[in-house]
Structures are given as structure tokens and as C-alpha cells.
């Protein structure tokens, strides 16, 4: 039986241990054809003509990943001024980026108006400073329309109680402020959650778009990001057919704009659907314990490299790419060297549940727990599949430890390096001579 990435041709004929000792290990590795083709699914979500998908740049702000989705036609929706000088240093045009900000200084509402590019703000104070900085200027506002959902409470960013947007109720208030410094309110948007269903999905984008009809003459709505990626592959879980939410969206959005009676442009946020299965994080097994009823694995995919399952219990599925010569170190059990496996039924090993942890002194610091896979051994090397999105945008330094490299698998298999790791004199710069 094939692995995920075997389906998926995701090495595209190189070998995982090649690329370890050419790149070091810990290594994020992309494949470029997949990036693609999911900048497509996003692109092509609906067919209303004035469609447009803005990549989430906080989600892996990569640049050669960035001039790729933008090569793809996508645009940007920014979260800092640092993410701008990212997408500006990849090409992207002010225009092409919206910010969207919460909570942030004077400086930074000001930054994104003058360097032309759109700002939405979610607050009544927020509003109040932007109108101070950027008089006269057209922006969005992003609405809390009461929809929320996703898959951890840490990535729900809409409903009663969250820290998102504006609720409705504020609606009045808010037409006093755009009056008082004559700003001109050309968008609404809205963020549900991360990772929410489809039919949670619609659900914001019915609500958001009765909530724009309160508003005269905009220009565009925007419905946020969170779209789903399967991430129990092994388990046989499907990607989310794109092709029911397009016939859904489809109707809503040409209805609506015919009863506005006005083309406006709409707009989604996609970051995870976009970067997720485009990558594979590999790391090195260097060592194996058992510790009570616990099997331990020490890896160095610690959570200065990979975040999610520390912070939100994100399942993430494992390929085993067994050291050759069947491990020169000890095995937990004693068993036959295998093939590459990643889905356990494929093996004739006895499956062992192992907690894949990482060199961090944090019991928080894990990667996997009691994960049913084959007997590890020291020098296995794991892929972590599904990488792509808040894995390296989330790496850290923590207990100095320099953050991996990059490399991209091109549409040609050839690979490139499209960032270096970190160097502990890189993590010394900014404290040198002070
Ligand atoms: C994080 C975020 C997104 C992207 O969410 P995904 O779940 O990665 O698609 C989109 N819009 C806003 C405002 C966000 O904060």
C-alpha cells in the first residue's frame, strides 16, 4: 500500500535521508505543484466573476512561497506591518494587500494607509484611531456576525465573547465615526474560525451578507478563511469537496450582488488550505526510552520548530523513513528493518503506541502521543506531514535553538533552498556590542 506522500508524489523521486544530510535536519521541505494546484482551489471557489482570494500571509510568509501565490493570482491579507514588508518584498503591490489589524498602535494603522494599501479594523477605539491617522480614507471593518467555530477554542474568531470584530449592535455608533473623519466604508469583513465545516462556512457568509445590506455603496465583502485540509490522511480522511461550496457560494453571491444591484468584488482569506499539505517537516530520532508505561522517542522536532501540537493538540499524521541498514542504534523492540511505511496496517511489524517528543525542556514539548507506528530506532527519520501552515511561521529560538531550513521541490523536482537555517551568530546579532 502507498504512503500519503507516495500518493501524492510528494518527493517527487528524492529521497528524504538525501535531503537531511544536504539540509540538515530538522527540514521543512515544499512541494511547489501542490502549492499550486491549492492556490487554484481558492482562485476557482467561485465563479462569479469578481472573485478574489486573499492568500493569509501570517500562515508561511516564505517569500519564494509568496511569489508563487502571487504568480497564482492571489492577494494578501496582512496581519502586521512586518507581514507588508514580507509581501512587499515578494513582489506584492500595496494595493494588492489588506490588512487586517486588531488592536494595534497609531503607528502601524498609519503605516498600511500611507504605504496605499486598504486597512480593516474591528473595534470602535480602533476606528476612532484610524479615522485620526488616515482622514478622508477608504477602509473595511470587520463584523462579528455571531458565527464561530473551528477546531480548538484557541481558533475561534467569531461569535458571542471573542475578540473579533464589531458586533451589530454597534452599527449606529459606527456610521457617527465614519461621518466624523469622513472615511469611506468600501468593505465589510468577517473571520468565523480556523478549520470550520462548510456548512459553518455558509452560515458566516449568509450572515455577513444580510449584515452588508445596512450598509449603502460597498464595494466589497469578504468572508474570511478557515477552509478545511484533511489531515488524517492515513485514517482515509477526504479533502472538503470544493465543488459543493462553489454550486452553495455561487448562489449566494450572484443573488446578493443582484438584489445590492451592484457587481461588487467578494473576497476570501484562505491561509491553512493554501500552504498545509504542501509541506512535509522532517526530523531525526535520536533516541528511544521507555518510561513507566510510556515509549518515548527524542527527536529534535521540538516545538521551536513545530508548534501545533503543543498549542492546540493538532493531530498531524507521521511517516516513518527507516535508517538504512535497518538503524545503526537500538530499537525499543527488536523487529525486522522495514520499508518506508506510513500507514501502519501496511507493515508486518508489531505496532507499538510511542509519544514522539521533541529536545525541549517542556513537558508540553510534543509532537505525538501513543501514536500507533513500527518499532522506531535511532537515526529513523520522521516526516510530519501537513506542515505547511503555522509550522515555520510559528518557529522560535527557544533554548537557542536555530530554526531549520527551507528547501522547495520545484515542478521540475529540482530543489531549492529558499532558506537557510538560522546561524547562532544570525541569533546573536541583535545583542552584539550592546
Ligand atoms: C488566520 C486568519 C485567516 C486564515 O485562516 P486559515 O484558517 O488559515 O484559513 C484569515 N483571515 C483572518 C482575519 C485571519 O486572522
Same mark, same amino acid.
Given at each position: 500500500?502507498?504512503?500519503?506522500?507516495?500518493?501524492?508524489?510528494?518527493y517527487?523521486?528524492?529521497?528524504?535521508?538525501?535531503?537531511?544530510?544536504?539540509?540538515?535536519?530538522?527540514?521543512?521541505?515544499?512541494?511547489?505543484?501542490?502549492?499550486?494546484?491549492?492556490?487554484?482551489d481558492?482562485?476557482?471557489?467561485?465563479?462569479?466573476?469578481?472573485?478574489? #482570494?486573499?492568500?493569509?500571509?501570517?500562515?508561511?510568509?516564505?517569500?519564494?512561497?509568496?511569489? /508563487? /501565490?502571487?504568480?497564482?493570482?492571489?492577494?494578501?491579507?496582512?496581519?502586521s506591518?512586518?507581514?507588508?514588508?514580507? #509581501?512587499?518584498?515578494?513582489?506584492?503591490?500595496?494595493?494588492?494587500?489588506?490588512?487586517?489589524?486588531?488592536?494595534?498602535?497609531?503607528?502601524?494603522?498609519?503605516?498600511? #494607509?500611507?504605504?496605499?494599501?486598504?486597512?480593516?479594523?474591528?473595534?470602535?477605539?480602533?476606528?476612532?484611531?484610524?479615522?485620526?491617522?488616515?482622514?478622508?480614507g477608504?477602509?473595511?471593518?470587520?463584523?462579528?456576525?455571531?458565527?464561530?467555530?473551528?477546531?480548538?477554542?484557541?481558533?475561534?474568531?467569531?461569535?458571542?465573547?471573542?475578540k473579533?470584530?464589531?458586533?451589530?449592535?454597534?452599527?449606529?455608533?459606527?456610521?457617527?465615526?465614519?461621518n466624523?473623519?469622513?472615511?469611506?466604508? /468600501?468593505?465589510?469583513?468577517?473571520?468565523?474560525?480556523?478549520?470550520?465545516?462548510?456548512?459553518?462556512?455558509?452560515?458566516?457568509?449568509?450572515?455577513?451578507?444580510?449584515?452588508?445590506?445596512?450598509?449603502?455603496?460597498?464595494?466589497? %465583502?469578504?468572508?474570511?478563511?478557515?477552509?478545511?485540509?484533511?489531515?488524517?490522511?492515513?485514517?482515509?480522511?477526504?479533502?472538503?469537496?470544493?465543488?459543493?461550496?462553489?454550486?452553495?457560494?455561487?448562489?449566494?453571491?450572484?443573488?446578493?450582488?443582484?438584489?445590492?444591484?451592484?457587481?461588487?468584488?467578494?473576497?476570501?482569506?484562505?491561509?491553512?488550505? /493554501?500552504?498545509?499539505?504542501? #509541506?512535509?517537516?522532517?526530523?531525526?530520532v535520536?533516541?528511544?526510552?521507555?518510561?513507566?508505561?510510556?515509549?518515548?522517542a527524542?527527536?529534535?522536532?521540538?516545538?521551536?520548530?513545530?508548534?501545533?501540537?503543543?498549542?492546540?493538540?493538532?493531530?498531524?499524521?507521521?511517516?516513518?523513513?527507516?535508517?538504512?541498514?535497518?538503524?545503526?542504534?537500538?530499537?525499543?523492540?527488536?523487529?525486522?528493518?522495514?520499508?518506508?511505511?506510513?500507514?501502519?496496517?501496511?507493515?508486518?511489524?508489531?505496532?507499538?503506541?510511542?509519544?514522539?517528543?521533541?529536545?525541549?525542556?517542556?513537558?508540553?514539548?510534543?509532537?505525538?502521543?501513543?501514536?500507533?507506528?513500527?518499532?522506531?530506532?535511532?537515526?529513523? %527519520?520522521?516526516?510530519?506531514?501537513?506542515?505547511?501552515?503555522?509550522?515555520?511561521?510559528?518557529?522560535?529560538?527557544?533554548?537557542?535553538?536555530?530554526?531549520?531550513?527551507?528547501?522547495?521541490?520545484?515542478?521540475?523536482?529540482?530543489?531549492?533552498?529558499?532558506?537557510?537555517?538560522?546561524?547562532?551568530?544570525?541569533?546573536?546579532?541583535?545583542?552584539?556590542?550592546?
Amino acid at each position: 500500500m502507498n504512503t500519503v506522500t507516495q500518493n501524492f508524489n510528494f518527493y517527487q523521486g528524492h529521497d528524504p535521508h538525501e535531503l537531511v544530510k544536504e539540509f540538515g535536519s530538522p527540514l521543512y521541505v515544499y512541494n511547489e505543484r501542490i502549492l499550486r494546484e491549492r492556490c487554484r482551489d481558492m482562485r476557482n471557489l467561485s465563479s462569479y466573476p469578481k472573485f478574489v #482570494a486573499n492568500y493569509a500571509v501570517k500562515t508561511n510568509s516564505n517569500l519564494s512561497l509568496l511569489r /508563487i /501565490i502571487r504568480e497564482e493570482g492571489l492577494r494578501t491579507d496582512i496581519s502586521s506591518e512586518g507581514e507588508a514588508v514580507a #509581501a512587499l518584498a515578494a513582489g506584492f503591490l500595496p494595493e494588492e494587500m489588506l490588512f487586517i489589524l486588531n488592536g494595534v498602535s497609531a503607528a502601524e494603522l498609519a503605516f498600511a #494607509a500611507k504605504i496605499g494599501a486598504t486597512v480593516s479594523v474591528d473595534s470602535l477605539s480602533q476606528l476612532e484611531t484610524l479615522g485620526k491617522v488616515n482622514l478622508g480614507g477608504r477602509i473595511f471593518l470587520r463584523f462579528n456576525s455571531g458565527v464561530g467555530g473551528g477546531h480548538h477554542e484557541k481558533v475561534v474568531t467569531g461569535g458571542d465573547g471573542t475578540k473579533f470584530g464589531i458586533m451589530p449592535d454597534y452599527i449606529a455608533e459606527v456610521k457617527k465615526l465614519l461621518n466624523k473623519y469622513d472615511l469611506k466604508l /468600501i468593505g465589510v469583513n468577517q473571520h468565523v474560525g480556523s478549520y470550520v465545516s462548510d456548512k459553518l462556512y455558509l452560515e458566516g457568509v449568509s450572515a455577513i451578507l444580510s449584515l452588508a445590506k445596512q450598509f449603502e455603496d460597498l464595494e466589497y %465583502i469578504d468572508f474570511g478563511g478557515g477552509f478545511v485540509v484533511p489531515y488524517h490522511k492515513q485514517n482515509g480522511e477526504k479533502p472538503i469537496e470544493l465543488n459543493k461550496i462553489r454550486e452553495r457560494l455561487d448562489t449566494l453571491l450572484f443573488d446578493f450582488a443582484k438584489d445590492y444591484g451592484k457587481e461588487l468584488t467578494f473576497m476570501i482569506e484562505p491561509g491553512r488550505y /493554501i500552504v498545509a499539505e504542501c #509541506a512535509v517537516l522532517l526530523g531525526t530520532v535520536h533516541s528511544l526510552k521507555n518510561c513507566g508505561t510510556k515509549k518515548y522517542a527524542g527527536t529534535d522536532l521540538g516545538f521551536s520548530v513545530f508548534k501545533r501540537p503543543t498549542v492546540y493538540d493538532a493531530h498531524h499524521d507521521i511517516e516513518l523513513y527507516p535508517a538504512a541498514h535497518g538503524g545503526e542504534g537500538r530499537r525499543v523492540h527488536p523487529s525486522e528493518p522495514s520499508t518506508s511505511v506510513s500507514k501502519p496496517e501496511a507493515v508486518s511489524v508489531p505496532l507499538e503506541k510511542i509519544n514522539i517528543v521533541g529536545n525541549q525542556c517542556e513537558t508540553g514539548d510534543f509532537i505525538t502521543r501513543d501514536r500507533e507506528l513500527p518499532p522506531l530506532c535511532e537515526g529513523d %527519520i520522521l516526516g510530519v506531514l501537513d506542515a505547511g501552515a503555522y509550522g515555520y511561521s510559528m518557529a522560535c529560538q527557544y533554548n537557542h535553538r536555530a530554526r531549520p531550513a527551507e528547501i522547495l521541490i520545484g515542478r521540475d523536482s529540482s530543489v531549492k533552498l529558499i532558506r537557510r537555517r538560522d546561524t547562532y551568530e544570525d541569533m546573536l546579532v541583535n545583542m552584539k556590542g550592546l
